[in-house]
Every structure is written in C-alpha cells, then in structure tokens.
C-alpha cells in the first residue's frame, strides 16, 4: 500500500484526489487549502475543503465541479427577498453543512475534527487534513483596494487585475501535526493541478509546512495545472501573468523550484521539457486533462509509475 499525501484546492485538486482515491493500492491523505474559507450569513463556509469532501463522497455537482448534486437554492432565495447579498451561491444542503460546521466550532471543536467528522459521516476513505486549524484568508489587491478572495472570485468573477497577494493570519498560523505527519511519512508527495498561487502557497506558506515538505525524504511531484499555457479551470493564468510569471508549465516548475523533483505536464508541452531539466527538475509528459474517473485514475497510475 502506496501512502500518499496529496497537496490540493479547487476543482483541480478535488480531481486529482478522487484519481488517487480510485486506486485500490493507495493510502491517500489531501492536505487541503482553507485560505478561502470566509463566513456568509453568519455561517463558516470552506469552499475547497467542501469540494474536496464532495467530490470524494460522490456528492458533487459534476456539471459546475462544485456545490452538491440535486441541489436547491430556496434559502438563498428567502435571504435575496429580505436583502441580503446572495453573490455567493450556496444551496440548500450545503447550508446543512455550514450550519453544522459553525455550531461545532461554538461548541470548541477544531476545524480538523470537524472536517474530519464531516467525512467519515459522508463515506470518505481518504483521510481529509487541513494544514492548520488557525484562520488564514487570502485577499487580492486590485485597484480599487483589497478584496477576500470570494469578492474577488466569485463576485467579480476574477476580472479585475490582480496587484498583489496576501495571506491573512498566516504568519501567526500553526500547523496541524496530522499535516506534519502526512508529509513526514508519505511515500509519495504529490502536488496537485491547483492555483499554485491562492491554493497551494496558502498550505505551503503556513509556518512549518514548507520545512517538513524540504525534509521529507519522499519523491515530490508537481503537476501542472496548465495545459498549452492554459487553464482548465479558473483565473491561475492570468494572476500569474499579472505578477510577472510565466503562464505555462514552466512558469509553475519556476514557481516550486527546488521544492519538487518532478513535475508532470501535458503531452502539449512536451517542448518544456528540456527547459524544465535545466532548473534541475525532471519533466514527465502525462495527459493531465482529466475529463472523466478514468482520466483522473489513469493519471493518478502514471503518477504513481514514474516513481517506482
């Protein structure tokens, strides 16, 4: 049995962790990004640690890649017609969650038992690890002032540029020792197709996590999450154009450096790979388009054969 720990946020990661999770010989820990967590309607809502539990349970909505399957918006229509802001779409079952996960927290229980209650009671194998049960949030600086990333994401729908970002609580954050000890004791390190700015820098930033993913004596693979200089999913490209990074696959190899040993591209960047070696980092070509379980699986094995 394979144990691996597994660094993801948004869609992409949801789908990378359901590929290793179809793997019957495969121990998989996700340490999942809570930097957009943010409370609506007095409620605390933590958007990619929900699609990771979503989409592990099979209960996601396949159609948008977030939000559950046969949903209904009745509450978020009772709230629009009292006047509140309904910008963030949140449906009926998932109130059911946040009204849980909020009660728990008044009640003093962690974000990591709550997290973890959550996916147990929903049928997930794979263990579910938040990489603190601190606060951090992300926020973007735009010209008009700084934004949560929600504002920024799902309110303006990502299109105001970006000038900077940052990370809330981060520097007071702490890590949870169930994250120190997926990355100590793992096989394999994978970091997943994910924002590698405001999904996977929030884990990796979080005091002690960078230290123990350099220490850990497991092969650390990196895949990509564009594909031609482009992103399946989401604003990646184009934050990273704005803060002066390369938008491909080499641009992400730049950006994790020396943290990672190998990074995984798509065939349609198979010429990136000479450039990659040169950075000291092995370039594997994959399809890392995941449209389906299969391609999620099929890409989770290649994943896994590259480093046995």
């Excluded at 990489?131 to 735009?142: L, S």
Aim: hydrophobic share 45%; proline share 4%.
């Amino acid at each position: 049995m394979q144990r691996v720990t597994l660094l993801a946020g948004g869609v992409g990661g949801a789908k990378m962790a359901e590929g290793f999770d179809a793997l019957g010989d495969v121990d998989l820990s996700v340490i999942g990004n809570i930097a957009d967590d943010a409370a609506f309607h007095g409620l605390w809502v933590s958007p990619d640690i929900d699609t990771l539990t979503y989409s592990l349970a099979g209960r996601i909505d396949r159609a948008q890649g977030w939000g559950v399957a046969d949903e209904a918006l009745r509450a978020l229509g009772v709230l629009g017609e009292l006047g509140n802001d309904t910008w963030m779409t949140l449906g009926d079952r998932d109130f059911g969650l946040h009204i849980y996960r909020t009660h728990a927290l008044q009640q003093g229980q962690s974000r990591s038992e709550i997290a973890a209650h959550v996916a147990q009671v929903f049928g997930v194998k794979s263990q579910i690890i938040l990489p603190t049960d601190d606060v951090v949030q992300t926020r973007v600086r735009t010209a008009d002032g700084w934004l949560s990333f929600q504002e920024y994401f799902v309110r303006e729908q990502c299109q105001p540029d970006v000038l900077e970002l940052g990370f809330d609580g981060i520097k007071a954050a702490r890590p949870t020792a169930a994250a120190l000890n997926a990355i100590s004791t793992a096989d394999l390190i994978v970091i997943a197709p994910s924002n590698p700015l405001v999904s996977i820098d929030p884990i990796l930033n979080v005091p002690g996590i960078r230290a123990a993913m350099a220490a850990a004596s497991a092969p650390k693979i990196a895949v990509s999450p564009l594909i031609d200089g482009k992103v399946v999913k989401g604003p990646a490209d184009r934050m990273m154009t704005a803060l002066g990074l390369r938008a491909d696959a080499l641009g992400v190899a730049q950006h994790y450096g020396d943290l990672i040993d190998t990074m995984v591209i798509d065939h349609a960047d198979a010429a990136l790979v000479g450039p990659i070696n040169a950075l000291g980092i092995s370039a594997k070509c994959a399809q890392t388009l995941m449209k389906d379980l299969g391609d999620k699986s099929a890409l989770a094995s290649a994943i896994l054969a590259g480093v046995r």
